[in-house]
């Protein structure tokens, strides 16, 4: 199974982003950094699906605050940055693709992803809201680009705690964290779970965080 694996640069005054830390580890995939910019990262994502010519897509982001790893359900169609991108973009109210569809599914097992995870020892969940920042927009337009070009692709969006050495900088000891040794070994179950599982499991389960 061709698998490629998308992280992102640091963003808001980091240092490190745990997201292209733990995709680099994940065996057999290829990696791929994105720029964390508005319309910039798509591209770079649509240029690396190109070249690889994957079966599966997994973009990958950060999300401080959040325990578990969080494999996403719904992208919007929405702009709506809390803070400016790396390029100092900071859209309001803007849709990611203009005349496009309100929202868009996940394609991967998001279910069977999660059990996968937590197989492997993983603490992981459903997330139904993968906010309006970069990661919505790369999230949104990778579904756009398997609905329009690339159809025989299967994609999704997975959500991942702080690294251990960003609590202090970021959010003070109470703030979640997760090793990026750890985030890898989810990725990886996730990524194959993907590429086996095609019926999605039948439980009840996700938040909006």
């Given at each position: 199974?061709?698998?490629?694996?998308?992280?992102?640069?640091?963003?808001?005054?980091?240092?490190?982003?745990?997201?292209?830390?733990?995709?680099?580890?994940?065996?057999?995939?290829?990696?791929?950094?994105?720029?964390?910019?508005?319309?910039?990262?798509?591209?770079?994502?649509?240029?690396?699906?190109?070249?690889?010519?994957?079966?599966?897509?997994?973009?990958?982001?950060?999300?401080?605050?959040?325990?578990?790893?969080?494999?996403?359900?719904?992208?919007?169609?929405?702009?709506?940055?809390?803070?400016?991108?790396?390029?100092?973009?900071?859209?309001?109210?803007?849709?990611?693709?203009?005349?496009?569809?309100?929202?868009?599914?996940?394609?991967?097992?998001?279910?069977?992803?999660?059990?996968?995870?937590?197989?492997?020892?993983?603490?992981?969940?459903?997330?139904?809201?993968?906010?309006?920042?970069?990661?919505?927009?790369?999230?949104?337009?990778?579904?756009?680009?398997?609905?329009?070009?690339?159809?025989?692709?299967?994609?999704?969006?997975?959500?991942?705690?702080?690294?251990?050495?960003?609590?202090?900088?970021?959010?003070?000891?109470?703030?979640?964290?997760?090793?990026?040794t750890m985030v890898a070994e989810?990725?990886?179950?996730?990524?194959?779970?993907?590429?086996?599982?095609?019926?999605?499991l039948r439980l009840t389960g996700?938040?909006?965080?």
């Open positions: 199974m061709r698998a490629l694996l998308a992280g992102f640069e640091p963003f808001d005054g980091a240092t490190v982003n745990p997201s292209w830390e733990a995709v680099r580890l994940v065996p057999g995939a290829h990696a791929v950094l994105l720029p964390c910019v508005f319309g910039a990262a798509t591209d770079r994502l649509r240029a690396a699906m190109l070249e690889h010519g994957p079966e599966v897509v997994v973009c990958v982001g950060q999300a401080a605050g959040r325990a578990d790893v969080t494999v996403e359900r719904v992208a919007i169609n929405l702009d709506d940055a809390r803070i400016p991108d790396n390029a100092g973009d900071q859209p309001v109210d803007r849709p990611v693709v203009p005349g496009g569809p309100a929202a868009y599914f996940a394609t991967l097992p998001v279910k069977a992803c999660v059990a996968a995870a937590r197989k492997a020892g993983v603490p992981a969940s459903v997330s139904h809201s993968a906010g309006t920042f970069v990661c919505n927009h790369v999230f949104y337009g990778l579904m756009h680009l398997i609905a329009t070009e690339f159809p025989q692709v299967r994609g999704g969006f997975v959500h991942v705690p702080a690294a251990p050495g960003q609590v202090l900088d970021q959010g003070g000891p109470s703030m979640p964290s997760m090793p990026v989810a990725l990886t179950a996730i990524v194959t779970a993907a590429g086996l599982v095609h019926d999605d996700g938040s909006l965080h």
